[in-house]
């Protein structure tokens, strides 16, 4: 069984939690260093990416989860899980860091304000349509040929990535966990 860590400072950990055990998942959620301990993989959720990179910091596991990612670790992010794993933050706070292990630039809310939300479907390689939840999410705007776009959206402005990943790090501009289908969750735990 895969030990799956949620990182639980800010943001939808709940659901999060209950799509990876749905899909098989031991899950542990994650508030402190001890539990970076023994994980195969770890899920950053959607919420506010200033207010979890600032618990990150304040918590102490930011150096701690870094050094975890570059021994292997495999993540996914969601939403502001991705903008915490991006290269580059557009429209970040002056003081925004990232842990810079996706090829990317990422416009924060880059799909319009929390009024601006909708659900559409996305169509994921090897997947098939799946919902696609987007709530202030983060538009991809520049990516490199290394990273693999597992699903594009067309919000009117050409197609962006929208489920990405490089090797183990994944990342997502929408909400699986918001939703019943449970795919991209199965497919992200099958590889660890
Ligand atoms: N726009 C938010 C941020 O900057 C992310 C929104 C979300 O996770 N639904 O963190």
């Given at each position: 069984m895969a030990r799956v860590g949620v990182l639980a400072l800010q943001g939808d950990v709940c659901e999060h939690t209950s799509m990876l055990e749905r899909v098989g998942a031991e899950v542990v959620a994650v508030r402190d260093v001890e539990q970076l301990d023994t994980l195969d993989g770890l899920v950053m959720p959607g919420?506010?990416?200033?207010?979890?990179?600032y618990l990150l910091t304040t918590s102490g596991i930011r150096p701690i989860l870094e050094k975890k990612i570059d021994d292997g670790l495999s993540v996914l992010g969601t939403c502001a899980g991705l903008i915490l794993l991006a290269h580059e933050i557009l429209d970040g706070r002056s003081d925004q860091w990232s842990f810079d292990v996706l090829p990317?630039?990422?416009?924060?809310?880059?799909?319009g304000r929390q009024i601006s939300s909708f659900e559409t479907v996305v169509e994921v390689k090897g997947v098939g349509e799946v919902p696609g939840v987007f709530i202030r999410a983060p538009k991809i705007e520049t990516w490199?040929?290394?990273?693999?776009?597992?699903?594009?959206?067309?919000?009117?402005?050409?197609?962006?990535?929208?489920?990405?990943?490089?090797?183990?790090?994944?990342?997502?501009?929408f909400h699986p966990e918001l939703t019943n289908d449970d795919r991209i969750h199965r497919l992200f735990v099958d590889a660890l």
């Open positions: 919420g506010e990416s200033t207010t979890i990179a990317l630039s990422v416009r924060r809310n880059g799909y490199s040929d290394d990273l693999e776009v597992l699903a594009f959206h067309d919000h009117g402005d050409g197609e962006h990535p929208v489920l990405v990943r490089r090797e183990r790090i994944w990342g997502c501009s």
